[in-house]
């Protein structure tokens, strides 16, 4: 038994934990708790970092991320690439590509962050549901690794931006999505392996083998693999292997040299949830191809994001306000909300809050967590457990904000974007800065 659903895949963020501390496996790989219970990562006190660059402040541990990539690298075969999407910024780029993963960039403009970062454009894989002719063009121009096709009306358009393709040129190297038919066990919002999706071309319908035959006549690319991507928050291994099994049935009497089974791969969020290693992962996946033919020519790769990057951050606060509502609620209002963590609001998931000057302490004190924005809905931890001496003025963390935070970061209410910090043995570098107001005013005229 490796996996166990995860309570922040579904809208099941109401159940609150006991009065525990945070779990170790919540904090980043090189976090450490001093002897007055003060955290400090990758040799940094957090609460130093959060005095000198302000809060809300992103902080992550360098280390983490880099062992996270390797994890990967070494489960899965060469070619492995890091979603962007979870997080990106051109150090987050340049350090994934310093450890000989892919970039796999999802827009016009996370290839453009790439490309800026000085990632070489032959370790890019370009995706996205609805490529415009300027995003493809701009992937051709700058020769990205690998396109992941995923309509007919983007394969017509490549054959059109092909055509002018000098004949002796590289031809550009696609893939094709699928959809397996699978229903993740995630939230709805981020399933995408089934049959009623936006995403790829459907297996069971006969759709895929028309754009494959497709993709075979087109003379300006060369079809070289087959990709698929379920969802994420996926904690059920069992659903990997389903979606393994339909992929490898499908691709293996196609001969392609390439495989790519997505991204997807959950991670704990909150005390008491368990997700499978990407080695789990990776070992599942491998064994259920195995068995439907994929032989070992074939290079299986992924596309973790998630799993590369939630745990190395953490987001810091500045607790403003404490609320108790008799008979109802205590409020504990912090510095930021919804515009540095939009993901409870959207999709009901779970974090652990704690103190970074007492990271073990006993969190007795139940509230709910909320931001400065200007509605109901700004919760950040909606049953948060605190320590019993909880004050305004205090720093307050929440745990596993690396993925999916700061990717989604907005300027509502014209908050501005929180900086961000990668540290690596004991330095801390900034490698986003935090907005200021001439930033809210930039695009203005
Ligand atoms: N590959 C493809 C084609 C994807 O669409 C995604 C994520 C990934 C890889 C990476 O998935 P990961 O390993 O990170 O689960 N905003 C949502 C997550 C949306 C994921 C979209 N696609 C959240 O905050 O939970």
């Excluded at 300027?134 to 009306?153: H, K, N, Q, Y």
């Excluded at 550009?172 to 936006?198: C, M, N, W, Y």
């Excluded at 001969?255 to 990407?278: D, F, K, R, S, W």
């Excluded at 690596?424 to 490698?431: E, H, I, N, P, S």
Aim: glycine share 10%.
């Amino acid at each position: 038994m490796i996996a166990r659903r995860s309570k922040t895949a579904g809208a099941d963020a109401s159940e609150p934990s006991s009065d525990a501390p945070l779990e170790r496996q919540l904090l980043p790989e090189n976090a450490a708790i001093d002897d007055l219970g003060q955290l400090s990562v990758a040799g940094a006190n957090v609460i130093a970092l959060a005095e000198e660059h302000g809060t809300p402040l992103f902080i992550y541990d360098e280390a983490h991320i880099r062992s996270r990539c390797r994890e990967a690298r070494s489960a899965f075969d060469d070619g492995v690439a890091y979603a962007t999407k979870a997080f990106l910024c051109k150090a987050m780029a340049r350090l994934v590509h310093e450890e000989g993963l892919c970039l796999d960039v999802a827009t016009g403009g996370e290839l453009e962050v790439a490309l800026a970062s000085g990632v070489p454009a032959d370790r890019l894989v370009l995706h996205g549901n609805n490529k415009s002719d300027a995003e493809l063009a701009r992937g051709l121009a700058a020769g990205v690794g690998r396109i992941v096709v995923d309509s007919f009306d983007e394969i017509a358009r490549l054959g059109r931006l092909t055509e002018d393709l000098s004949p002796n040129g590289r031809r550009p190297s696609v893939l094709i999505r699928v959809t397996p038919g699978v229903e993740a066990h995630t939230h709805e919002f981020v399933r995408t392996g089934q049959e009623d999706t936006k995403f790829g071309f459907s297996v069971a319908s006969g759709a895929a083998a028309k754009a494959v035959a497709a993709l075979e006549l087109m003379g300006g690319v060369e079809l070289v693999g087959v990709h698929a991507h379920i969802g994420s928050q996926v904690f059920d291994v069992d659903s990997f292997e389903q979606a393994a099994e339909v992929i490898g049935t499908f691709a293996a009497p196609l001969g392609l040299p390439e495989l790519v089974v997505g991204g997807g791969l959950g991670v704990a969020y909150v005390n008491g949830e368990h997700a499978p290693t990407i080695t789990e992962w990776a070992d599942a996946t491998r064994a259920a191809l195995d068995k439907v033919g994929v032989g070992a020519q074939t290079r299986v790769t992924a596309e973790p994001g998630r799993a590369i990057v939630a745990t190395a951050g953490l987001t810091v606060y500045t607790v403003g306000s404490i609320k108790e509502l008799p008979g109802i609620r205590t409020y504990v209002s912090v510095d930021g909300g919804m515009s540095d963590n939009p993901r409870p609001v959207l999709y009901g998931s779970g974090y652990e809050a704690f103190l970074p000057r007492a990271t073990s302490a006993a969190r007795p004190r139940s509230s709910r967590i909320v931001g400065k924005h200007c509605e109901t809905g700004d919760v950040l931890v909606a049953d948060a457990r605190l320590p019993s001496d909880l004050k305004v003025g205090d720093f307050l963390a929440t745990a596993v904000t690396g993925a999916y935070g700061y990717s989604m970061a907005s300027n509502y209410n014209k908050v501005p974007r929180p900086p961000v910090v990668f540290v690596a043995d004991g330095t801390a570098r900034v490698v986003v800065r935090g907005e200021t107001t001439e930033d809210l005013l930039r695009l203005d005229l």
